[in-house]
């Protein structure tokens, strides 16, 4: 990590905090006027890819990655800790990082800072009567990268792949804290079955889970 001096480091903390929070405050107001909306998320996209690109206040030194090697692939860092509501995340994910299809149960941004990754969306075309098991097909693929963000409803499903030679830094936004979620679900491709994904892939709070 670089070193600092202290009174640079209290500005740029300072500076990240009110620009957190005036982020939130956005995020509320638009969820208030609009509801959980796809016009709703629009609104979200936008400001949160604003807020990426004050690289300066969320610079890659002071939010890392793990170490290659580490066993660990993504990091996550919780940005307004301590709240029940909204929860601003910064995500770093190294290449080779993927994870399975995967709903969130709550709304969710992603705006990059830096770094590409490839977001899988599909459909679920079965039923839903079976509870242990799902059928999905591929309805098309996003590039998260700076200025190209995207957003899911509760429901919607997705995975993430990161390719390249860099880490990823990237936000993500969610109605509610991952910590605290308990109905999302994994879809194994390979067999399609149906997981608690919380229990299955957030091994740990630093754990990034998409």
């Known amino acids: 990590m670089t070193t600092t001096t202290n009174e640079t480091g209290s500005a740029v903390s300072t500076q990240r905090r009110e620009a957190v929070e005036a982020l939130l405050a956005d995020a ?8 959980v909306t796809r016009d709703a998320l629009k609104g979200l996209s936008e400001r949160l890819t604003e807020l ?4 300066a206040l969320f610079d890659a ?16 860092y ?10 601003l995340y910064l995500n ?5 990082k993927t994870t399975i299809p995967h709903n969130h149960d709550t709304w969710a941004v992603i705006a990059a800072i830096e770094g590409a990754e490839l977001n899988r969306i599909y459909w679920r075309t079965d039923d839903g009567r079976d509870p242990d098991r799902a059928q999905l097909e591929l309805a098309r693929e996003r590039v998260v990268r700076p200025g190209v ?14 390719g390249g030679a860099e880490p990823t830094l990237h936000f993500h936004l969610y109605g ?13 491709t390979g ?3 149906i997981v608690r994904y919380n229990a299955t892939h957030m091994q740990r709070e630093t754990q990034a889970v998409g």
């Open 92 to 96: 770093s994910l190294l290449p080779g």
């Open 52 to 55: 990426a690109t004050h690289r």
């Open 61 to 76: 030194a002071d939010f890392p990655p793990p170490q290659p090697g580490s066993g660990d692939t993504s990091t996550r």
């Open 28 to 35: 509320r107001r638009i969820i208030d006027e609009k509801g």
């Open 191 to 193: 067999t399609g079955l």
């Open 149 to 162: 963000p995207i957003a899911f409803l509760p429901d919607d499903i997705h995975s993430i792949h990161v």
């Open 176 to 188: 509610r804290p991952l910590e605290t979620l308990t109905g999302r679900l994994g879809f194994e």
């Open 78 to 87: 919780r940005l307004n800790p301590g709240e029940d509501g909204f929860a």
